[in-house]
Nanobody, 115 residues
Framework: QVQLVESGGGLVQPGGSLKLSCVVS????????LGWYRQAPGQAREVVTF???????HYIDSVKGRFTISRDNAKNTVYLQMNNLKPEDTAVYYC?????????WGQGTQVTVSS
């Protein structure tokens, strides 16, 4: 089992920044990758970015150059630094962990980009 707890969401103006955190606990050694997904109202959940156990990172095109995923193994935490936020980034952001048997999800944190 893996447990994920996100924090750091909030309301920010367009062009602003936020940093999300996700504390990971449980069977950490079983995790292949850690990532962030988001779900806007009325839309399907989509992957935003993920980082593999080997340290490779991947981003969807719409956030490249603006978002950065990182992890601190000593703190068992994965971060999502979001810069130059746009209204279309508004969504609930979910931390995700992939193992050989299933996906695990955090409870989600709301990010709202609005003036």
């Amino acid at each position: 089992q893996v447990q994920l707890v996100e924090s750091g969401g909030g309301l920010v103006q367009p062009g602003g920044s936020l940093k999300l955190s996700c504390v990971v606990s449980g069977s950490i050694t079983s995790i292949y990758s850690l990532g962030w997904y988001r779900q806007a109202p009325g839309q399907a959940r989509e992957v935003v970015t993920f980082i593999t156990s080997g340290g490779s990172t991947h981003y969807i095109d719409s956030v490249k150059g603006r978002f950065t995923i990182s992890r601190d193994n000593a703190k068992n935490t994965v971060y999502l630094q979001m810069n130059n936020l746009k209204p279309e980034d508004t969504a609930v952001y979910y931390c995700n962990a992939e193992t050989s048997t299933k996906y695990y999800w955090g409870q989600g944190t709301q990010v709202t980009v609005s003036s």
